[in-house]
């Protein structure tokens, strides 16, 4: 970003533009003062957008830039307050948007040599961006203590390792959350799904909701990446191998014709509403569009979607095996390379991530804090209903989490929209399941550079 | 005036031009003018250099490198004309844009033309509060390029929304529009038909160019308003349609923002709205292969020009310039 313009150079700006515009020119000017003062009003434009201030006295001015909503943004700008207030010489310089355009902006952040100190960033990207080498390694921090991850579970941290690299510190754990609405179901007296079930149970159990309340039953997960990883990892199968994609055509197509058949019985919407829920904006899945009777998301999710609906919600896990789930990093924290502050940089998320005070102030809303210990502070201290259910739900299930994959490979994000195309291809009944699993194991296999 | 006037002759919309441009002579003054004139444009001039002509000088050297953003300028590697073999042969969803951009601006382009021309005929009569019509029927090209118009859009034309509500009334059921993808082009399209006000105002004041008498003259001949408007609206108004056209086919291959908030970026469903520019910003911003996206820009801007090239060249057999017999 370039800093704000100085006041001097507005002055002088609008002096210049005054001499060219407000007098003839070519009778009371010689024509060599307009040609300065025509060329002077860019120039000096351009001055003012690219002059910064570069007298630092041993102060420390830290940009730090996140993706979130507001509430994010409140609690994110008081836990970084309170760093300041600990230690006066650092302050920030904070940038926050939503989710949509955030890796946008990351990018051409990082490609105009103005990358943020600090960012915020998650697994579909951290492979990316660690591959080029824009994150700062990590791992010297670690072994000196100053980034502390002692108390985070050992698989969550190592979740932030790319290429032997740690490319990021976890800034938040969740897993797979199948979010259910709890007021439909009881208004219909049916029974709500439970943990464990497997996936042709839940089917029927969709099926009859739909039958029942004339809502269908299950959101398709179709396109959802990480419930076919999931189910993957049922199968002893997994995304990603290595560098390779970790499944056949055959999956895919098992996978694609699980759905087939639950649209067929009437247990999901129709494709159209499908692609609706595969947006992945919080405000837009069925569970609180009301569309569907659930929706497949990520556990710590859930008391945003909460506030996107009057109706009560619950949350279970995935279907099948419930020890196939794993403690995912709900996102991270990296530090630029290029930073000039890199000690400073790793020292605030070290605050941000094992503090009692900041963990306490960002409580559970990016997900269940890394480390352990703040994670039962917080969890003692949260009041809001729909995050005691997800802490409770995330800690039940903890105790069975098997261990986390390897973070998804550089090409992942591509590989989820080839995903989304090609499941949505078969929704509409463009693409038979098996013709599907054949593109989508070519498209998958050129995201992620596989010969 | 005098390069002005070359410049834009041949598209010149609002038809003969005064006669005061044609009796002033070149002179030494004139040239003196034209030196202030550019010294005027410098802020533009120095803009357009820094912001248009170098990043796309650079965008030129970048469409035959491998650059991925996150990478340091310095490192890239020259891949040759990689990424334009890339584009012809490998690329799947390549070609499916532009099949997809095409069928848009084939469609979308002469149908918005043709309301703008209809409107602009209807608005030429002088009745009251002909001005108010004229707003209304102007206000929806105001809202150009918005995103909040494509969201309206978006909300309007699905399952529940407003258009199916009011086809209901007589008991048809509507398709899904936007999330279905035999539709969902069609309702961009759609989108870009209803803003027809930028070339209805243009038409409106080529209509004012066109001599009464003209009209008059037929009258007296006996023609009906058909043959008025076949030989004497058209071929008076030829400039201004190929003005309206050139404009309209460049802005209609440019298409972004409708498709880009209808699918959240994506260019879904299953591809359907995937416009040629919404490519070219997924793969080079989602995707980071921006040395491909530059290729792929650098291709656009070229089948636009032939595209322009064209229209140009066949607008020889049926544009007039009413000045042409005069020389």
Redo the contacts between chains.
Sequence with gaps: MHPTTTPAAVARTTRGHRT?SSTN??RHTG?RR??AA??A???L??AAACGGDSGDSGKTELSIFWWGAEGRAALTDQALALYTKKHPDVTFKKTWQAN?GY??KL??L??G?NAPDVFQIDDNFIA??AA?N?TLDLTPYKDSGKLDVSKFPESLWKYGVVDGKLAGAAFGENTQGLVYNKTLLDKFKLPAPTTGMSWADFITWAENVSKTSKVPGTMDPSASYQAFWLWLKQQGKDLYAGNQIGFTEQDVAAWFELWKGARDRGATP?P??I??G????ISKQLVVTGKAATSWVWANQMPELKKNTKDELGVIAYPGKPGSQWARASMYLSVSRSSKHKDTAVDVINFLENDPEAGKILGTDRGLPSNLEIRKLVADSVTDPNMKQTITFENELGKTFGPAPAVPVKGH??VR?EL??VA??VE?G?MTPAAGATAFVV?AKAAIGQS | MSTVRTATRPVDPVGPRSPAAHRRGPGVARRREGTAAYLFLSPWLLGLMAITAIPMVLSLYLSFTNYDVLTPLSEVQWVGWDNYREMFTTDPSYWHAVTVTVSFALIAVPLKLAAALGVALLLNRSFRSVGLFRGLFYLPSLLGGSVALAIVWVNMFNRDGAFNSFLALFGIEGAPWVNDPHWALETLMVLAIWQFGAPMVIFLAGLKQVPNELYEAASVDGAGNWRKFRFITLPMLSPVIFFNLVLETIHGFQGFTAAFVLSNGTGGPVDSTLMYTLDLYIKGFVELNMGYASAMAWVFLVAIGLITVVLFRTGRFWVHYSDAEEH
């Design positions: 060219a020119p070519i024509r307009l040609l025509a060329l009003v860019p120039l434009l351009g949509q890796f946008d990018a051409t990082t490609a040599g990316e961006y080029r824009v129709t159209d509403v692609h609706e595969n947006a992945t904006d994000s591509k929209s989304v195309r949505e291809e509409y463009r498209a």
